[in-house]
């Protein structure tokens, strides 16, 4: 009986645990918010929410159906990141550098942008419901 409650346990303790930024590569995760410095990096899937990545170098980072719900990306430069299906909601992307980045389907529901550069970026099917967006090349019929 002993012998089967022990792997019982540990099973249902690794369940509990939080999943507070969790990612197909963990070691990526573990060093963008160490060093704030994953150009590069493989963060498809990873919960960032609420995440300090304050001019982070995420150049050509994938960042495909992460949440980055209320993360502060403020000077951040996601040039050729990939954020297909990202979830910004709430976050504060102002100054950042999404040049040529991957923004297909992206959620920025209440996400503030303010002066980020969005030169060639991918924007289709973008959410910008509730946005605060100025000076960014993004906006409804084109305006800013």
Avoid: W
Wanted: hydrophobic fraction near 45%; glycine fraction near 10%; charge should be negative.
């Amino acid at each position: 009986m002993k012998a089967t409650i022990l792997p019982i346990v540990t099973l249902l303790a690794t369940l509990t645990l939080p999943l507070t930024a969790r990612a197909d590569n963990p070691v990526h995760v573990q060093q963008l918010l160490e060093t704030g410095a994953c150009a590069g990096c493989d963060l498809a899937g990873a919960n960032l929410t609420a995440a300090h990545l304050i001019g982070a170098d995420l150049r050509n980072a994938n960042l495909r159906d992460a949440v980055l719900v209320d993360a502060n990306l403020e000077g951040a430069d996601l040039t050729g990141a990939n954020l297909q299906g990202a979830n910004l909601t709430g976050a504060f992307v102002t100054n950042a550098v999404l040049n040529e980045a991957n923004l297909t389907a992206a959620n920025l529901t209440n996400a503030e942008m303010i002066n980020a550069q969005t030169f060639g970026a991918t924007l289709s099917n973008i959410n910008i419901s509730g946005a605060d967006i100025y000076g960014s090349g993004i906006g409804i019929g084109g305006e800013e």
